[in-house]
């Protein structure tokens, strides 16, 4: 049986870079952001919920999903991020089921999954690994990467679970607060470890 490890941490953590790593040694990675573009890809059942509920604001002119129109919503309200999450969420489970099911020949998939702790899910992996960086290098990776001000970035932050409750969670633990390499260099330990413990 293929063990599942869950790859998470906060937002602009260096999650992608860490997956990208895992595949480069052959690991299968599902993504979780991945998943969800699929759920909302144009003419989705989940996308016409969304416009049902949010009004035609919630979709590009082209009929897409608008992220950015509906993160600022979310961020600022509550409730609305509770609706959206009930109507993408269930959806997100039941394709990324099917997708962790397939048959793989490795002793372990890992499982991208940013917002683990949010969607309560951290009892559903074997191991979970935390993309771990303090708050002020997410907060400038953010800013730099979304082009947005410094109180959308905390707003962002605040949206997600702390960093402590993450790295609680944590059976491993990769730094991503100096170089690419560093980053690198830990997945490739870390996956060595895989190997032999599953």
């Given at each position: ?20 790593q895992f ?47 509906m993160r ?44 683990l702790l ?81």
């Amino acid at each position: 049986m293929t063990a599942l490890v869950a790859l998470t941490g906060g937002i602009a953590s260096g999650k992608s870079s860490a997956a990208r790593q895992f595949e480069s040694l052959g690991i299968r990675v599902t993504d979780a952001d991945d998943v969800a573009a699929e759920v909302l890809s144009r003419g989705s059942p989940v996308l016409d919920a969304i416009r049902e509920t949010f009004g035609a604001g919630a979709l590009t002119a082209h009929g897409d999903y608008n992220r950015k129109a509906m993160r600022e919503l979310v961020f600022g309200d509550e409730r609305a991020r509770e609706q959206l999450n009930a109507i993408v969420h269930p959806a997100v489970r039941e394709l990324t089921q099917r997708k962790l099911s397939r048959p793989c020949d490795m002793p372990y998939q890992i499982w991208s999954i940013p917002l683990l702790l949010e969607t309560q899910q951290q009892s559903v992996p074997d191991r979970i690994v935390v993309v771990d960086v303090p708050e002020d290098i997410q907060i400038e990776r953010v800013m730099a990467r979304d082009g947005v001000s410094e109180t959308s970035a905390r707003r962002a932050l605040a949206a997600q679970t702390g960093r402590h409750e993450r790295l609680a969670v944590a059976d491993y633990v990769i730094h991503n607060d100096s170089s690419v390499e560093a980053l690198t260099s830990q997945v490739d330990f870390l996956h060595q470890r895989l190997m032999e413990e599953l």
